[in-house]
């Protein structure tokens, strides 16, 4: 049984990670909110989220809500884990982050907060699927020359950043592999494809959980590889697979799902 403390708890997604570690037989032991969000002082059985006493805090008593857990997850904003994540790896305590949407900036102070700390994993997507799909796109650089690669996403309206991380992670695997040096968001008027770019499509759509296409086209064939998440459940599986993981981990360095999946 891992003991976790859950940031943004009475959002959708903390709601998913929540149920998924109970249902896993994990433990949780603190929840945090947004300051002034309703709900916070009131517990996860109160609210219906789930059949626990534990309360849900203000993210400025954070320190109260990690001090019993083992693993802290994290779905929630930029703004919010740059500044969580110095606090929860100055506790010691190990850390799942799935938030995306950062700057390089505040990338780089994150992975500055985490490394030779804590035992962490910060992926753009805890789906086991979609990091497979990494790995698949890799070996697609057997392809010669005179083939295009293109990727498209597709995600729910309430999606703030564009293109997605999972996005911006194949767009690196892509670049590296063809050598691309520049990528194009959308094309409009007279706009043919010049040799060095990628071309990377984002659609905000209704409810769409995550829709990721690899497209490679030559002269005479296309393969196209698609990857579908059904419900943001798959996101909350994997992220509490990883805490798992994690918390049989001691090194104090920041892994991504290729090692928790043993891809690397």
Known sequence: MVKL?????????GNAIIAEAIMKGHQIVGVIEAPNTSGIGKSLKELNIANSATKILSSDKLNEALANSDVYISFTTPAAE???IPIVANQGKRII?????????QTRQV????SGKVPAVFSPNFSVGVNILFKIVEALKAFPLGYDFSLSEIHHTGKKDAPSGTAKKLEQIVSQI??????????????PR??????????RAGGVPGIH???VAGPYEMLR???????RNVFAQGAVYAADWLSKQSEPKVFSMADVLGLT
């Open 111 to 114: 992975v500055a907060a985490m």
């Open 5 to 13: 403390c859950v940031a943004g708890a009475a959002g959708r997604m």
């Open 82 to 84: 740059v500044l969580n």
């Open 178 to 191: 063809r050598g691309y040096s520049k990528t194009v968001y959308g094309r409009e008027g007279i706009s």
């Open 225 to 231: 590889i698609e990857h579908i998440a059904f419900s």
């Open 194 to 203: 010049q040799p060095a770019e990628l071309e990377s499509v984002a659609i």
């Open 97 to 105: 982050l799935g938030t995306t949407g950062f700057t390089l900036e």
């Open 213 to 215: 296409d690899v497209i």
